[in-house]
């Protein structure tokens, strides 16, 4: 295929109630700086409270500690999601009036994602609007064009979405962590200086298992005195503090930022995109097509092939303007409480073992533990049945990670391997995660470390359990899956 570009440009106008950012839910978060310092969240999400059963017959409300995998949305997502549905249409493809809207309410977020990651809408970086993290840097992996015997530097710390896709186009070069789960500037150094020179530092700003906070821009600088351009990712960081400026690249996704709706965002620069094939062909990436040759339109749209998500990115604006009015100061100030309050209180409690940093080193309000003689499959199952408390369990979609953090043998490691080949995932190591939001309240934390007490103090439970060997999964024995979808 011969390919080249043609320049296309379009002005969008919106009405005003879509653009002002302000005039939707206000929620009861403070003002940009704003100098509160009362315990209560600056935020609430839809369907916080909700009664949920318990084995005990008690209905409580659900206490859901489980952030990090993805958040409920901000009143506000929703509300301008429904304001904007009767303005629904096509994006980029129609003549009518509703498509002219559609198509603006769409370039506005993209603006919005930029101003969001600390970039002018009409400077040199292009915000494209994708699914999630995922996507996104799988979109990198194939736009930067690297070689096999290319390097990336990485560090074990990552999440798999940060480790698979540049396994497949490219060598990885990698920066270990200490038994604490983290590094320092010097072992990037000795990564970033390492022959052949490294094509990229890909790097996770916030670890969505230990919370630990990387010292991002530093890690950033020093990446930029080799020559060495950066990805972040920043899927923890984008709902907690505001994004690294300096980053070349930037992904996260708007269902961990309170917007769950299908949509993401990679940032970079306008020219690592205005040349060669985009990651996804089809309509809309191109402004000519014959049956041999193909004309790619301008970044962004030409890495958006197919009918784009408004609905998404609509939600997506809607989190960062909610964001933006609660402010990062009340966010990181609430944060900092949680994460002190949850990190420290495990700590205290015998028989839990917290994996990570220490609890007064800076992360998100996010710890994941073990208890002594109790699988972490079980904890999780005992605090979703018997105390309404919803977290995750198991490696978190970070296995080099963890496998550092427990402190594995090679030998434990190999056993594992053996028994998940063969199907039976009782026995895989793991921990249980509990990571908390901007609608977290601090008698939340108080509720989980109760149970967490409880259940590691030997506390028995009023039945017996039952593990699922395919899925490692503990379930309560008078219930089944079969009853839960009945219920
Ligand atoms: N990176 C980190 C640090 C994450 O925590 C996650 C998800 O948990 C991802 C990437 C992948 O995000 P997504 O599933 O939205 O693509």
Redesign the pocket.
Known sequence: MRSAATHHCTTYALPAAWTDGVSHTPGSGGTAGSRRRSTIPPGRLVGDGLPVPCLDGEQRPYLNLDT??STNALPAVPERVREFLPWYSSVHRGAGYKSQQATAAYEQARAAALRFAGRRPDGDDVAVICR????AINHLAYRLRLQPEDVVVTTVVE?H??LLPWARVCRRRFVECGPDGTFDLQAVGDALRGRPRPRLFAV?A???VSGWLPPINDLIATAHEHGVPVLV?A??LAAHRALPPAADYLAW?G??MYAPFGA?ILIGPRATFAAGEPFLVGGGAVDLVDLDEVVWTHPPEREEAGSPNVIGAVALHAAIDQLELTGWPAIAAHDDRLARQLRGGLARIDNVRLLGPEPDVDTLPLAAFTIDGVPHALVAARLSAEHGIGVRHGCF?AHPYLVRLLGLTTAEIAAHRRAVRAGDRRNVPGAVRASAGINTPAEDIDRFLEAVSAIAGGQPSTVAYWQDSCTGDYWPQRDNKLERKAA
């Open positions: 990090a995998a999630n993290t995922t996507d999440h979405a940060n996770t916030a670890s969505n990712d899927a923890q996704s269902h961990k993401g979609c």
